[in-house]
C-alpha cells in the first residue's frame, strides 16, 4: 500500500515543479503539490450527541493545486475526546452500587473514558484569488472545499492499572459503542501562501455529516443486540498549515 502511494504521489510532486519551473509565484498562477498537517475542534450534534461532547481531531494530508486553482487530494485524521456523557451508566451491569468495578487484586479500579476514532477523506474545491488586497500572491485566497469517506468512533474504557478483566480483550468490545460509516464534509476559510514558501496556513469552518451503524452485535449494558444507526454533525474550526514543493524561478544572472 505504501509503495503504491509512493508511486502516485512522486509523479504529482514532479509535475508540480515542472509546470513552475518558470514562473514566479507572486506574478501568476501555478501547479504545485502540498503536504498539510491539520488540527480542527469539533462539537457534537445528531446522534452521536448522546455519548460525546466536543472532541478534536489531527491529522494530514495532500493535495494538488492546479493552475486553475482547482484544487484536489486526500487527508486522514485522528479522532480524540475526553468527554463521554453517562459514562458510568455503560457499566452499570458490573459496578457495585457505587457505580465502581473491584478489580481482580479486590480493590476499587479506576476507569477513565475516552473518545477514539478516525476519519480517511477524498477530498477537493476552488481557491477564489483576493490579490493583491487580503493576498501577496494569485494562488492563495477563499477555499472552498468538499469531500467524501470512511468515519469510525469508539468509547475506549481505560482502566490505567489494566487489570480489570471485566472491561479487557473482547468482553471490552460489548461496552465500546463502535460504530463505522461514511461521512461527508464541507469547508469554507483562507488560505495564505506567502512568497518566499516559509508561512503557509489554512484557516477555516468545518462541517462533517455522518452516517454511521453499530458494528457490535450485542450491548453488555443494554443487554439487546445493538442495531443502532446514527445521522450526525461534526462542525468547528479547522487550521492547517503547508509545505508546499515546487520549483522557484531563477534569478537572472548578468555578465560584463
Not at 232 to 253: E, H, L, N
Amino acid at each position: 500500500m505504501l509503495k503504491r502511494l509512493l508511486w502516485l504521489i512522486i509523479p504529482l510532486c514532479m509535475l508540480g515543479s515542472a509546470t513552475s519551473a518558470q514562473v514566479n509565484l507572486k506574478d501568476t498562477t501555478i501547479g504545485m503539490a502540498m503536504f498539510y498537517a491539520t488540527y480542527s475542534y469539533q462539537f457534537v450534534g445528531g446522534g452521536l450527541a448522546k455519548l460525546y461532547g466536543a472532541n478534536s481531531s489531527i491529522g494530514g494530508g495532500f493535495q494538488y493545486k492546479l493552475r486553475s486553482n482547482w484544487v484536489f487530494g486526500a487527508e486522514g485524521n485522528f479522532l480524540f475526546g475526553s468527554t463521554i456523557k453517562n459514562g458510568d451508566s455503560l457499566i452499570k451491569m458490573i459496578a457495585t452500587s457505587q457505580g465502581l468495578i473491584i478489580d481482580e487484586n479486590g480493590r476499587m479500579a479506576g476507569i477513565v473514558y475516552y473518545e477514539r476514532g478516525y476519519s480517511i477523506y477524498g477530498k477537493f474545491g476552488k481557491i477564489f484569488p483576493v490579490y493583491p488586497t487580503l493576498a501577496p500572491n494569485r494562488n492563495c485566497g477563499i477555499t472552498v472545499m468538499l469531500g467524501g469517506g470512511f468515519i469510525q468512533d469508539r468509547i475506549k474504557i481505560h482502566n490505567p492499572d489494566g487489570i480489570t478483566p471485566q472491561i479487557n480483550g473482547d468482553y471490552g468490545k460489548g461496552y465500546d459503542r463502535l460504530n463505522t460509516g461514511i461521512a461527508i464534509n464541507a469547508s469554507l476559510g483562507y488560505l495564505f501562501m506567502s512568497n518566499t514558501r516559509l508561512f503557509n496556513f489554512y484557516l477555516g469552518f468545518e462541517m462533517i455529516q455522518t452516517w454511521t451503524k453499530s458494528r457490535r452485535q450485542y450491548a453488555f449494558d443494554l443487554m439487546t443486540y445493538d442495531n443502532t444507526s446514527y445521522s450526525s454533525q461534526f462542525y468547528g474550526f479547522k487550521v492547517c498549515w503547508f509545505v508546499p514543493i515546487y520549483a522557484r524561478k531563477p534569478k537572472d544572472f548578468y555578465y560584463y
